[in-house]
């Protein structure tokens, strides 16, 4: 993850930019008095948001890790059809 001032972002504004977008990196803007903040794609931000809504729910949590643990054990996998 790329640190950068406030003065640095400003000059290389367009650059940063195309960074955080293009590459799904975030971007630290340090700021004084602890006030600095994390740039992200919009993509990122609302996967992170959907993440978040996924796992509010303990019985949804577990459900999906337990999904994830099948999947990556090979385990309890159906083979369906997907609607055309």
Avoid: C
Avoid at 58 to 75: F, G, H, P
């Amino acid at each position: 993850m790329k640190a950068v001032n406030y003065s640095e972002l400003r000059q290389n504004l367009k650059e940063n930019l195309d960074t955080v977008s293009d590459n799904g990196e975030f971007l630290i803007v340090q700021r004084p008095k602890g006030k600095s903040v994390v740039m992200m794609s919009l993509a990122e931000y609302n996967a992170l948001q959907e993440t978040l809504y996924l796992s509010k729910s303990k019985a949804n949590r577990e459900r999906l890790e337990s999904a994830i643990d099948n999947i990556n054990a090979k385990t309890n996998l159906q083979k369906r059809n997907l609607a055309e």
